[in-house]
């Protein structure tokens, strides 16, 4: 006959173990987090999405009350940096800002290493923004024809910059040039930035750069705008037409940001990122900061995130395919 008190205090000593396990895994949950975060970028310093992350990051760290650091990590694409955060410990301690460009990603790159859906954990969707299409002050146009008149005359001569690779950026241009006929050279760099720096230089001819990066530019007249590229004009420059206003249509090219993590984050460590950063969108600083990048955003759950990321992979796909841009 089985001894009753034995079964019992061993039942006891198991419910107890499961208590304090339970207890701890609350507990460094609630505690989240408790040492620095690393916020990965997978572009250069000074684009559109290093630019947003540090708004989000200066909030997160004001808000979370540890120091969320940005990490860039430039180079295929932004690739290099999603590879990194999909290997990293799904602790919440390594984070990835990504861009609309990992979604184009997914059906640019044959041989991809991560799905953007399976992968990771959405956390929230940041900010989106205009494309802008700019163009060397010595380039003899003042609008979107002028330009494909000009550049039909000169195909041979002309290129343009692009943050890499695969970005919204690049996608832009390969989609203006299938719009318009031209054959048009695309230069990749390692992200908005330096390809700012050429265009102004005069190395390339012109760019679909995001807004806040090329606006101010635009502003001081080292660059000047030809057209946004979605559907409706930006209020912070409604004197730019769009594309389709300019007869390049249909065209319509919404640059976004948001936060993942790796898979396996826990549920209340993507929680708590995703109710600090709706906070954030709140705060009358951040407001003014994203109207000085001609960015939008709105409250969103992880599940509305997530279910965004999946729809944006979705629409790129058939995009990449009619440009026929390939990246090995």
């Known amino acids: ?53 540090r708004i989000m990051a200066k909030e997160l760290t004001e808000r979370l009350g540890q120091t969320f650091m940005i990490e860039n990590r430039p180079g295929g694409g932004s690739n290099i940096a999603t590879e990194a955060v999909k290997a990293a410990q799904p602790d919440g301690y ?55 008149e000009w550049a039909r005359v000169n195909n041979d001569k002309i290129s343009y910059a692009s943050s890499g690779s695969g970005t919204s950026i690049h996608m832009a241009g390969e989609m203006f040039k299938v719009r318009t006929g031209l054959k048009t050279q695309h230069v990749p760099y390692k992200g908005s930035a330096p390809a700012v720096t050429d265009l ?13 990066a090329s606006l101010p530019h635009v502003q001081s007249g080292k660059l000047k705008a030809l057209a946004v590229t979605t559907k409706t004009r930006s209020a912070s420059a409604p004197d730019v037409p769009t594309l389709e206003e300019s007869g390049v249509a249909p065209f319509d090219v919404t640059s976004w940001f948001g936060l993942i993590a790796p898979k396996g984050t826990p549920k209340d460590v993507v ?23 001609g960015a939008v ?15 944006e992979v979705q629409t790129w796909a058939p995009v990449v395919k009619a440009s026929g841009a390939t990246v090995d």
């Open 94 to 148: 390594t984070l990835l800002f990504v861009a609309v460009t990992s979604a184009i990603n997914q059906s640019l790159y044959p041989n991809i290493k991560f799905d953007l859906n399976r992968d990771f954990e959405a956390v929230a969707l940041g900010a989106k923004v205009p494309n802008i299409l700019v163009v060397h002050p010595s380039v003899p146009a003042s609008n979107v024809k002028e330009f494909i």
């Open 297 to 311: 955003s709105q409250k969103n759950t992880p599940q509305d995130f997530s279910q965004f990321i999946a729809q």
């Open 271 to 293: 929680d708590k990122l995703n109710q600090a950063m709706n906070a954030a969108f709140d705060k009358p600083e951040v407001q003014q900061a994203y109207a000085k990048l």
């Open 1 to 53: 006959m089985p001894n009753l008190n034995i079964s019992r205090r061993r039942m006891t000593q198991l419910g107890a173990g499961l208590l304090a396990a339970s207890a701890l895994t609350c507990f460094a949950q609630s505690s989240y987090p408790s040492k620095p975060v690393r916020i990965v970028v997978g572009f250069s310093a000074g684009g559109t999405t290093d630019v947003v992350a």
């Open 200 to 212: 102004i230089g005069g190395q390339v001819q012109f760019m679909f750069d995001n807004m806040p």
